[in-house]
């Protein structure tokens, strides 16, 4: 069978199983569970009123407890025991990782990570949204600063490598130090703990075509009548932006924030196409990936330890999308 025919068919079954899912549980409950007929019909359609939304999110209830839910303990389950999971360890395997200095630097690695892109990302899109939106050809410019994020992490890091590599003349970094008297090339990627801001570089490069892009409609958004009175009272374009501007977007500023650190946090791609985790720029996730071929169980335990990091931002996250629907 041809892909095309298969995925014509997965679409139609995908559809009419939710359309008879819907039609014949929305018919069992008013005909069967809950009839409007009766001695009292107005209490039975005011049941089934109460249990019809059910019948929509069960699907969505069944799918997120099914896929997220049952593997995330399931995991944590797993992480309590060695690698064959026949051996009760406790936290042992949390014991061992604390006490690996690999696991230290992969954590202070992805802290420094969570401090520098999130907040360079955001800053450099929000001054390069307000940039643009003041030139003629500014729709040209934000195309071509959100052209990275049609590249894969993977694809930007060989892009970058070139530009790091250790040869003035293929290195775009090491011409620059050429051209101003260089006379010996440098690897960038080798520098102990400044390595890890350069492969930053990489990630912020990329994000900041989405801080852009989300951050220039918010500012679109400001009313004309705030920016004329900062500008009445005397207000320098400096004032106007960062003390006017700024505070009327920091809820969409903080939601990019957010979203970048979550995207961050989970970065693998970069960093193993890069170094391979080498020249202490190793990461949680590339330190899992180490973990998953070995004969012990700490790889799970690594996914938890990811998955508390990243909790806490998330949570941040919710709340704020809530605060804007309030």
């Known amino acids: 069978m041809s892909p095309f025919l298969q995925g014509l068919i997965t679409i139609c079954l995908g559809v009419g199983g939710c359309v008879a899912y819907f039609w014949v549980s929305n018919l069992v409950l008013d005909r069967v569970i809950f009839p409007a007929r009766g001695r009292d019909p107005g209490r039975n359609i005011a049941r089934a009123n109460m249990v019809r939304p059910w019948l929509f999110l069960f699907p969505a209830l069944f799918s997120v407890t099914l896929y997220l839910v049952y593997p995330v303990v ?10 064959d ?9 949390y014991r061992a990782l604390w006490g690996d200095d690999g696991f230290r630097t992969a954590l202070l690695n992805n802290f420094l990570w969570v401090l520098v892109v999130p907040a360079g990302a955001t800053f450099f899109g929000l001054i390069v949204a307000q940039l643009t939106d003041r030139l003629k050809w500014g729709a040209i410019a934000k195309s071509i600063i959100f052209m990275p994020m049609a590249i894969s992490f993977v694809g930007a890091s060989l892009i970058w490598k070139f530009v790091y590599a250790n040869n003035a003349q293929i290195g775009l ?10 006379t010996s090339p440098i690897d960038p990627l080798q520098i102990p703990f400044w390595n890890n801001f350069f492969l930053m570089v990489i990630l912020i490069w ?3 075509g989405f801080a852009m892009v989300i951050l ?9 009548e705030t920016v ?3 500008v009445l009272d005397g207000a320098n374009p400096f004032q106007i932006f960062f003390r006017i501007m700024v505070p009327q977007i920091w809820p969409t500023i903080m939601v990019v924030w957010t979203t970048i650190t979550i995207l961050t946090l989970k970065i693998f791609d970069i960093v193993y196409a890069s170094t391979g985790g080498n020249f202490g ?3 949680l996730p590339s330190y899992m990936m180490q973990y998953m071929f070995r004969d012990d169980g700490r790889a799970t335990a690594i996914a938890i330890v990811i998955m508390i990091v990243v909790l806490p931002v998330m949570i941040y996250n919710i709340r704020q999308a809530r605060k804007e629907l309030d």
């Open 74 to 83: 399931g995991s944590f389950i797993r992480s309590l025991y060695n690698r």
């Open 85 to 93: 999971g026949d051996v009760f360890l406790g936290f042992g395997n």
């Open 173 to 182: 970094l090491n011409a620059i130090r050429a051209f101003f008297g260089a």
């Open 206 to 208: 990329i994000q900041t």
């Open 216 to 224: 220039s409609a918010a500012l679109r958004g400001i009313p004309e």
């Open 228 to 230: 004329e009175a900062a």
């Open 281 to 283: 720029t190793q990461i």
